[in-house]
């Protein structure tokens, strides 16, 4: 008999708090009364963001979190560490929607589709992609300010993400906005260049540069909120926003699920770079067609 152990295979993301991580969210609410208003409707159309308060119960949260595990323990092409060298880990993963089940039932069965749905105002509602952010085990630097529609392939007015947390914010520590940013024009998008948050991504384009927004935080009309488990935003991809840093001995884990609707039709960046770049959707769409294609599954439809 061979007796040479076989060293298991490496990891990406093996390691710092990859294990025993609780499946139950702490401190989620068992019940949700959450209805949308009119006052949330008028608030997104305005702003470009809206606060949520309470939308997602325990079940919702808890099914999200085991989402946000397996995709930890199984990273997908895009999983990433960004800023690598920081004491803390920042990672990212996105477009798991296929191969993660939890995703699937977490979208068929929660209230986040609908309330989506309802919030931007289309009849039917089809997922752009998810995307989960995780800072934990030591300071972890800001998410530099950015808007997300100049990085996608697509444009217009019925279209926006759920962005919710499941760990308890305070808002100096949570995503940070700027209302209103989703009607200006939009920036050329930030390289996330660590060294230089306004980095532009397109080299020959006439898209403005982005504002240095930390370098004077009082000129702009900051928001932000404190976040219970269970709280969730509503943003448009239009509107400026990035994420706070959080403290050594804190955690943020957030998932942000991107949706559009109705009047969304393909729109591809100027230098065609597109992020995610969702292969094959260039090759069967012109400019302005209805964006319909595999990556993006219908999820409601009335
Ligand atoms: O959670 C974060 O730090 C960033 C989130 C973000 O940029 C987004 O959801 O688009």
New binding site residues.
């Given amino acids: 008999m061979n007796d040479t152990v076989t060293p298991p295979t490496e990891r990406k993301f093996d390691g710092l708090n990859s294990a025993n991580r609780s499946l139950t969210v702490e401190g989620a609410q068992l019940r949700s009364d959450f209805r949308v208003t009119q006052d949330h409707i008028d608030t997104y159309a305005r702003d470009g963001v809206v606060f949520l308060k309470g939308a997602l119960s325990a079940t919702w949260l808890n099914l999200a979190n085991l989402a946000l595990i397996r995709s930890l323990k199984n990273p997908g092409p895009y999983g990433q560490k960004y800023f690598d060298g920081l004491p803390g880990e920042f990672r990212g993963d996105y477009c798991n929607y296929r191969s993660i089940g939890e995703y699937q039932q977490l979208l068929a069965t929660s209230p986040i589709a609908d309330i989506v749905k309802e919030i931007i105002q289309t009849r039917n509602l089809w997922l752009y992609y998810d ?1 989960l ?1 995780v ?1 934990e085990g030591g300071y972890c630097r800001r ?1 530099p300010w ?1 808007q ?1 529609l100049p990085y996608w392939l697509c444009d217009g007015k019925q279209i926006g ?1 759920m ?1 919710f ?1 499941l760990d308890p914010l305070s808002k100096e520590e949570s ?1 940070e906005i700027i209302p209103g940013s989703h009607l200006n024009p939009m920036f050329n998008p930030s390289n996330f260049n660590p060294d230089d948050e306004t980095d532009p991504k397109w080299k020959n384009t006439p898209a403005p540069r982005l504002p240095n927004i930390e370098a004077d935080r009082s000129k702009f009309n900051i928001m932000s909120w404190d976040f219970e488990p269970g709280d969730v935003l509503v ?1 448009h ?1 239009g509107v400026l ?4 840093a959080t403290e050594n001995g804190r955690r ?1 884990r ?1 998932l ?1 699920i991107r949706f559009f609707g109705d009047d969304v039709v393909y729109s591809p960046p100027p230098e065609g770079n597109a992020s995610p770049p969702f292969w094959g959707v260039a090759e069967t769409h012109k400019p302005g067609d209805p964006l319909r294609h595999d990556w993006f599954p219908l999820i409601r439809s009335s």
């Fill in positions: 995307q952010f800072k998410t950015h997300d993400s962005w947390s995503l943003l991809p926003h990035g994420g706070a943020r957030s942000s």
